[in-house]
């Protein structure tokens, strides 16, 4: 496993953000582990979440992945991690503009909808996950309003599982979905892969976990995308 995502994966767990035992989710599954990102809630846990997000993106520019001249972050969850993305890359010697948007249009003072730099040339969207691929839809149209070409999505955890409901799952995931639909690249800092191959190693913190392997295994198994 990558150092930086075994990092990661070690970081969430000692916020809580990572979390095994039995959640419902949306669709009405039982899952064996829940990411809740609203938890990287100090000033240092949001900067830390934020360089392993920058380090994503430079290693995903460099394998030639993604490509982006600057940050867009959709109200709510991606505006702190817009920002802290954007100190952490200007801290890596990639400094760039960021933006985001209003959930309503401003009428007063400097107006509109978008706060930050002007939307321009290729704009890499910041999120945490992708679950309908609602956020990355209104995220686009935003883009592409202002003349801008979304580059790719980044988000924290591709759960790798597929849509629908527990009943009636879709073929796809919703980061597929994304791809498909809008032809961009979505990266993650982990995802489901990665979280298993980490319960399989030798570290203190994956021992601690190490008895939910198989439920999360048996749940990939069923909703895998």
Not at 201 to 220: L, N
């Amino acid at each position: 496993m990558q150092n930086t995502k075994q990092q990661f994966i070690e970081f969430a767990l000692e916020a809580d953000v990572l979390r095994f035992g039995e959640f419902k989710t949306k669709a009405g599954r039982l899952s064996p582990y829940f990411f809740n990102a609203g938890l990287f809630n100090t000033g240092a846990r949001l900067d830390r979440l934020g360089a392993f997000y920058a380090e994503t993106l430079l290693a995903a520019r460099k394998a030639g992945r993604l490509d982006f001249d600057m940050i867009f972050g959709p109200a709510y969850k991606g505006i702190p991690l817009a920002a802290s993305v954007a100190m952490n890359l200007s801290r890596m010697g990639c400094d760039v503009p960021w933006a985001f948007n209003r959930k309503e249009i401003k009428d007063h003072g400097e107006g509109g909808m978008i706060v930050g730099a002007p939307l321009k040339g290729r704009v890499v969207i910041i999120d945490d996950v992708i679950s309908a691929g609602t956020s990355v839809r209104e995220s686009v149209k935003i883009i592409e309003a202002n003349n801008a070409s979304p580059s790719g999505v980044l988000i924290a955890v591709d759960r790798m599982e597929r849509g629908g409901t527990a009943d009636a799952p879709t073929a796809t995931s919703a980061v597929q979905d994304v791809e498909k639909t809008f032809g961009l690249s979505v990266v993650s800092i982990i995802n489901l892969h990665d979280l298993l191959a980490f319960m399989d190693g030798p570290s203190e913190k994956a021992k601690t976990v190490a008895q939910y392997r198989d439920a999360v295994a048996a749940y990939r198994a069923r909703y895998g995308a």
